[in-house]
Structure formats: C-alpha cells, structure tokens
C-alpha cells in the first residue's frame, strides 16, 4: 500500500511537472499594447530567455497577411508602431504578434492582441486643418 502512494504521488508530481512546461512553452512571449493619438506601444514580456538575439514585430489588418514592421533589441521590451495614423480609415484593427529570435530557424511567437485605433481626434486632422488654415 505504501509503494502504491510513492507512484500515486509520481505521477501527479510528473502530471504538474509536464503541464507547467507545456503552458510555458505555448505562450513564451506575452504582449500588451498602449494606444496613443499619434502611435501604439506594442511591449511584451518573455518568460524564460533560451538565447534571444532580437525581436520581431508584426502587424496584420483585416483579411491581409501579416507584415514585418520592426525589430527591436534583446534588452529592449517595448516598440511603438508610428505608421498607425497614415491609413485611410479614420477607424482601424489591429492585430499584433512579437517573435522572439533565437537563430534563422528558430522563433517564439506571442499570442495575437488587437487594437483599436481611432485618428479623428489625432494630431494628424489637427495639423492638416491647421495647414490648410495658414493659406486662407
């Protein structure tokens, strides 16, 4: 009876074990994001650090493919995507994911996060207006 406990006990140990490492490695990188009038601040966190030589950032909007549109350091945590106010739509989503690259062929990927940006009230209608002001 009593080795029948040391194996019970085994394998929960083991179960615990496995799980912990299986929900650390399917979200290595965990992304948040900042909405400003002008930018968006895309920062993350990195649970464990196997060799990370740099970040990549992504962006992706509506039915498209996601895009390349930065990089950032091993010790930076943070980027701020400044071509968010340069679109058509006065509304738009978006949809961030960051990799961590570790060699050519190897990367941790974030979850996916959204954004909501709204340039109505933005900088970019007000010094429009105000150009267009200056020539009247």
Aim: hydrophobic share 35%; charged share 20%.
């Amino acid at each position: 009876m009593k080795q029948l406990y040391k194996y019970l006990f085994a394998a929960v140990i083991f179960v615990f074990v496995f799980s912990s490492l299986s929900s650390a490695q399917s979200n290595p990188v965990t992304i948040s994001i900042e909405v400003y009038s002008s930018f968006i601040r895309i920062g993350w966190q990195v649970n464990s650090d196997p060799g990370i030589k740099y970040f990549e950032v992504w962006r992706k909007t509506g039915n498209s493919d996601a895009v390349y549109i930065g990089r950032a350091e091993q010790n930076e945590r943070y980027y701020d995507d400044k071509n968010v106010g340069f679109h058509k739509k006065e509304d738009q989503i978006f949809y961030y994911t960051v990799k961590a690259v570790i060699s050519p062929n190897l990367s941790l990927e974030s979850n996916t996060i959204v954004a909501h940006y709204s340039n109505t009230s933005g900088s970019y209608k007000n010094t429009w207006g105000s150009i267009k002001a200056m020539f009247r």
